[in-house]
């Protein structure tokens, strides 16, 4: 017969320094898991990314066993890592703190392409730029040619109701 799931928890731990204390300890204690074990676990699988922030997404079985898969780290923790910042802007947009490189924002993209909801690094790329954009964190030759497609869209768009309208 196969485990039933019986809980899923999700935590943000630092690659390679997951221990039995507080938060880890206060969130899956109660959930029943041998602590020592997810903590061994997590460290070996996340071992080549140290420094990094993890989310990890725990399954637990009815057994008191569990699974975990680990995901790519946050947006916003790559975004100020590649623009060596501490924190995003206070403001959002209409203050800017760092200035990052069209190709920078690509390789974000395919870091979080897996755990993003689209298909191609163009889209991932555009996701990440707003992302960044609300950070206060400008891309250079990006928001220039987002701002120009949107002036293009919304053009062909106001054509085309006048197209309808004097159809009917």
Do not use: H, W
């Not at 997951?18 to 020592?36: E, Q, R, S």
């Amino acid at each position: 017969m196969a485990k039933e799931v019986v809980k899923k928890i999700k935590l943000q731990i630092e690659a390679g320094k997951a221990t039995p204390a507080p938060p880890v300890g206060t969130v899956l204690g109660p959930a029943g898991i041998n602590l020592g074990e997810f903590c061994t676990k997590y460290n070996d699988a996340t071992r080549d990314k140290m420094g990094d922030v993890l989310p990890v997404e725990i399954s637990i079985y009815d057994d008191r066993s569990f699974d975990f898969v680990i995901k790519t780290p946050p947006t916003s923790f790559l975004l100020k890592k590649y623009a060596k910042v501490a924190k995003g802007s206070v403001k959002g947009a209409s203050s800017i703190v760092a200035t990052l490189t069209a190709a920078q924002v690509k390789e974000i993209a395919e870091i979080k392409l897996p755990d993003l909801n689209c298909y191609t690094v163009d889209e991932a790329m555009r996701i990440v730029e707003g992302t960044a954009r609300n950070m206060g964190i400008a891309v250079e030759g990006m928001e220039q040619k987002t701002a120009e497609e949107v002036q293009e869209k919304e053009t062909e768009a106001l054509e085309e109701t006048e197209d309808e309208a004097v159809a009917e």
